[in-house]
Each structure stands twice: as structure tokens, then as C-alpha cells.
């Protein structure tokens, strides 16, 4: 079976626009009337983009295979969660096992119909910031990683933050917790009461980390001094043998984990949803926690479920219930790490001394002599305001 090239396609149109007659062009180019015909009118209507041939079969989209219902449930499911990618969408129709496996679409599939569609977010092209070397981490709840993702307002609850929690080993999110910070606009912020609470519920259900890594904020770090003495939320954590690491400022990279799991929390149950009270969205939180650990695949554990890979996460390091808190502490740990250093701190001449966000009087003769009773601390100047060495 003949075909006809572009070229004589071309010719075909070029001689119809000079006059020529279809025969006199089919005989001209020995070709039938009909294949004259045929590329003339299509020329005629759609100029020379009409002359090339669509190869393959015609397009009905990229879901054509599939049961209608099966694009149904998913754009039910896009509409009512426009954070839901194809990773998520694919994964739940897995979960939930509504059709055979047969007629469940891969990602890729899914991917090219929600781009079809016009539901797919716009991505721009970037450079991953340098990375530090990466800490050695052995076995899974040696070392979580600790964040509050940035203030959103939610209809009908208020401005909330998510204080999120993943470990670095096997990637588990340990927990997503909710807090509402005002009506209109954040009317506070995270406190020390707050992050126990989060942390106490985590090593609940997860046990003792090794090791906490989290930022600069003035919970874990005292940002108004140049010699930083060890904040309320470090010493807990001290004498429950937990090592909080703070990382250094303006380096968010080194939290990567965390700092991804905002955009993965924010989408999961933020992006389109309303809730009640904040309550319906702590559940829903703790829901989709489970779908991300047990069904949803994760990119750097080879597409496996975290939990699926690495399944000794689920096996505490060591066990923690909050009534047996007084039974875990241990204050030596506290001494042990304040002779590690020097915390420099300014005095009065009466021997008053702030430490630790509390203000100390140890009376004028203190002040007077330059000795305080403390062997923990040492005076270093004669000014009327001196500055003292904590050791």
C-alpha cells in the first residue's frame, strides 16, 4: 500500500491553490482521486498542518484503558484533595482496594492524566542548595529531627502550626501535631509546655530517641546571649538522656527531612480542607500519618512504604510511658554536661546573677568580695556590673 509523503502533499495543495483540477493533479502525480481529494480539502481547512498524519492510534486520553469509574474516583478524590498527587492517588487505590489490581493505573499514567486534566501544580526548575556531610546514623530512633512548619490560616479554625517529627533512619513520621495560635493572626507562640507535649506523646508511642535535632528557635536555644546557657526544654530532655543537637542558623538543609515533610503534611490534609475544631484536624492528621508510613511509597527507600522498609522501627530503643517520667531522670547528666563548657553571664555588685531566665540574689557581700558561694561560679572582673564565669 502506497503513501503519500508530506512533499507530495504540499504539491497536491500548491497545484489545488494554482487552479489545477484534482484529475489533472492525480494524473500529473499518479495518484488517485480520492488521495487527491482527501489532502486537498484537508489543506484547504487546516492549511499545511492539516497535511501531517497523526501515526498511531487516535488519542482518547491517557486513562482510555480504564474503567470509567476508576478516572472517576480519582477526580472525586483530586476535587476534594487538590494536594493529592499521583503518587498519593495511586497509593490509594491500593489501600483501599476498590477495583482489581488490574484496573488500577501506574503513577506514571496517573501523572499524564491529571496533566491532561489542567490539575497538575507548576513546577520550577532549581538547584539543590550544597549539602554537610551527612551524620551516620545506625539504626532507627537513634536520631529524629524536630520542626514547627510556618503559620496557616485554616477556614474555620485560625491560624495553626504543625510541629512535625520524622526519624532520619527509616523515615518514619513519628507524628504531626496541630496547634491554633489565634483567630486572624498568631496571638502566640510555640512555648516550652507545648513542645513537651508533642515530644511526650512521641516517645509514648515511639520511645526514647539517642539524639533531637532542631533549630535556633529560643525554645531550644538562647538566641539573646552570646554565651547561651542550656534552656529549659534542653535540661529535660538532658536528664531523660536525650542529646538535643541545635543546628546553626540560616541552615535549614541540615533538617531536610523535616523541612520536606511540611510540604508532604500541608498537602495530605491542609491544601482544600476545612475542619470543625482543631481536634478533627489532629485526627485527620493522625490518619494520613498512617497512610504515609504504611501505604505511600518513599522515593529514597527504593518506593517503599517506610514502615514496609524498615519494619524494626516499630520497636521502641527505649520505652517511655509519662507516669514513669520521675523514674527516667537522672540530674548527673545535666552535670556532666555543664563541665563540658563555660556560660559567661553579667552581674551586679549587690550579687545578683541571671542564669538560666532566672535572676539569683546572693547579697551584697557576694557582690562585695567577689565570691560566691556557688562553687559553680567564679567571678572573673571587679566592675561594679561584672561579668561571671558559670563552670
Same mark, same amino acid.
Given at each position: 500500500?502506497?503513501?503519500?509523503?508530506?512533499?507530495?502533499?504540499?504539491?497536491?495543495?500548491?497545484?489545488?491553490?494554482?487552479?489545477?483540477?484534482?484529475?489533472?493533479?492525480?494524473?500529473?502525480?499518479?495518484?488517485?482521486?480520492?488521495?487527491?481529494?482527501?489532502?486537498?480539502?484537508?489543506?484547504? #481547512?487546516?492549511?499545511?498542518?492539516?497535511?501531517?498524519?497523526?501515526?498511531?492510534?487516535?488519542?482518547?486520553?491517557?486513562?482510555?484503558?480504564?474503567?470509567?469509574?476508576?478516572?472517576?474516583?480519582?477526580?472525586?478524590?483530586?476535587?476534594?484533595?487538590?494536594?493529592?498527587?499521583?503518587?498519593?492517588?495511586?497509593?490509594?487505590?491500593?489501600?483501599?482496594?476498590?477495583?482489581?489490581?488490574?484496573?488500577?493505573?501506574?503513577?506514571?499514567?496517573?501523572?499524564?492524566?491529571? #496533566?491532561? #486534566?489542567?490539575?497538575?501544580?507548576? /513546577?520550577?526548575?532549581?538547584?539543590?542548595?550544597?549539602?554537610?556531610?551527612?551524620?551516620?546514623?545506625?539504626?532507627?530512633?537513634?536520631?529524629?529531627?524536630?520542626?514547627?512548619?510556618? /503559620?496557616?490560616?485554616?477556614?474555620?479554625?485560625?491560624?495553626?502550626?504543625?510541629?512535625?517529627?520524622?526519624?532520619?533512619?527509616?523515615?518514619?513520621?513519628?507524628?504531626?501535631?496541630?496547634?491554633?495560635?489565634?483567630?486572624?493572626?498568631?496571638?502566640?507562640?510555640?512555648?516550652?509546655?507545648?513542645?513537651?507535649?508533642?515530644?511526650?506523646?512521641?516517645?509514648?508511642?515511639?520511645?526514647?530517641?539517642?539524639?533531637?535535632?532542631?533549630?535556633?528557635?529560643?525554645?531550644? /536555644?538562647?538566641?539573646?546571649? #552570646?554565651?547561651?546557657?542550656?534552656?529549659?526544654?534542653?535540661?529535660?530532655?538532658?536528664?531523660?538522656?536525650?542529646?538535643?543537637?541545635?543546628?546553626?542558623?540560616?541552615?535549614?538543609?541540615?533538617?531536610?527531612?523535616?523541612?520536606?515533610?511540611?510540604?508532604?503534611?500541608?498537602?495530605?490534609?491542609?491544601?482544600?480542607?476545612?475542619?470543625?475544631?482543631?481536634?478533627?484536624?489532629?485526627?485527620?492528621?493522625?490518619?494520613?500519618?498512617?497512610?504515609?508510613?504504611?501505604?505511600?511509597?518513599?522515593?529514597?527507600?527504593?518506593?517503599?512504604?517506610?514502615?514496609?522498609?524498615?519494619?524494626?522501627?516499630?520497636?521502641?530503643?527505649?520505652?517511655?510511658?509519662?507516669?514513669?517520667?520521675?523514674?527516667?531522670?537522672?540530674?548527673?547528666?545535666?552535670?556532666?554536661?555543664?563541665?563540658?563548657?563555660?556560660?559567661?553571664?553579667?552581674?551586679?555588685?549587690?550579687?545578683?546573677?541571671?542564669?538560666?531566665?532566672?535572676?539569683?540574689?546572693?547579697?551584697?557581700?557576694?557582690?562585695?568580695?567577689?565570691?560566691?558561694?556557688?562553687?559553680?561560679?567564679?567571678?572573673?572582673?571587679?566592675?561594679?556590673?561584672?561579668?561571671?564565669?558559670?563552670?
Amino acid at each position: 500500500m502506497r503513501i503519500t509523503s508530506l512533499e507530495d502533499r504540499l504539491t497536491i495543495l500548491m497545484m489545488s491553490k494554482a487552479g489545477s483540477p484534482d484529475r489533472q493533479i492525480a494524473e500529473q502525480l499518479n495518484w488517485s482521486l480520492g488521495a487527491v481529494r482527501k489532502w486537498r480539502r484537508r489543506g484547504q #481547512k487546516d492549511g499545511s498542518d492539516g497535511l501531517v498524519s497523526a501515526m498511531g492510534r487516535p488519542r482518547k486520553g491517557s486513562m482510555s484503558s480504564f474503567p470509567p469509574e476508576v478516572q472517576g474516583t480519582l477526580l472525586a478524590w483530586r476535587c476534594a484533595h487538590p494536594g493529592w498527587g499521583s503518587k498519593t492517588l495511586r497509593a490509594e487505590l491500593e489501600r483501599r482496594q476498590m477495583f482489581p489490581s488490574e484496573d488500577i493505573p501506574s503513577r506514571a499514567v496517573i501523572a499524564r492524566w491529571l #496533566k491532561e #486534566k489542567g490539575l497538575t501544580r507548576r /513546577y520550577e526548575r532549581h538547584r539543590e542548595l550544597p549539602m554537610p556531610a551527612p551524620v551516620s546514623v545506625q539504626a532507627p530512633h537513634e536520631e529524629w529531627e524536630m520542626d514547627a512548619r510556618g /503559620y496557616q490560616q485554616v477556614p474555620d479554625i485560625g491560624v495553626i502550626t504543625l510541629v512535625n517529627l520524622i526519624d532520619r533512619f527509616s523515615r518514619v513520621k513519628i507524628l504531626s501535631y496541630p496547634f491554633r495560635l489565634g483567630e486572624k493572626q498568631a496571638s502566640r507562640h510555640l512555648d516550652t509546655a507545648d513542645y513537651q507535649l508533642v515530644l511526650r506523646l512521641a516517645f509514648t508511642e515511639w520511645g526514647l530517641p539517642d539524639r533531637l535535632l532542631v533549630d535556633r528557635d529560643s525554645v531550644f /536555644y538562647d538566641n539573646n546571649s #552570646k554565651s547561651p546557657f542550656p534552656t529549659r526544654l534542653q535540661l529535660w530532655l538532658l536528664v531523660l538522656g536525650v542529646s538535643l543537637i541545635v543546628g546553626p542558623p540560616n541552615r535549614p538543609t541540615d533538617r531536610a527531612g523535616t523541612e520536606r515533610s511540611h510540604q508532604t503534611w500541608a498537602q495530605q490534609a491542609l491544601v482544600g480542607q476545612r475542619y470543625d475544631t482543631v481536634e478533627d484536624l489532629r485526627i485527620t492528621l493522625m490518619e494520613r500519618r498512617h497512610f504515609l508510613d504504611e501505604w505511600l511509597p518513599c522515593a529514597t527507600l527504593g518506593d517503599v512504604p517506610p514502615l514496609k522498609a524498615c519494619p524494626e522501627a516499630r520497636k521502641p530503643r527505649r520505652g517511655y510511658r509519662p507516669e514513669q517520667e520521675a523514674g527516667l531522670i537522672d540530674v548527673s547528666r545535666v552535670y556532666a554536661y555543664l563541665s563540658q563548657g563555660q556560660w559567661f553571664r553579667r552581674a551586679s555588685n549587690i550579687g545578683g546573677i541571671a542564669l538560666g531566665g532566672k535572676v539569683y540574689a546572693l547579697g551584697r557581700e557576694t557582690g562585695r568580695t567577689k565570691t560566691l558561694w556557688s562553687p559553680l561560679i567564679q567571678p572573673t572582673t571587679a566592675w561594679s556590673f561584672k561579668w561571671w564565669a558559670v563552670t
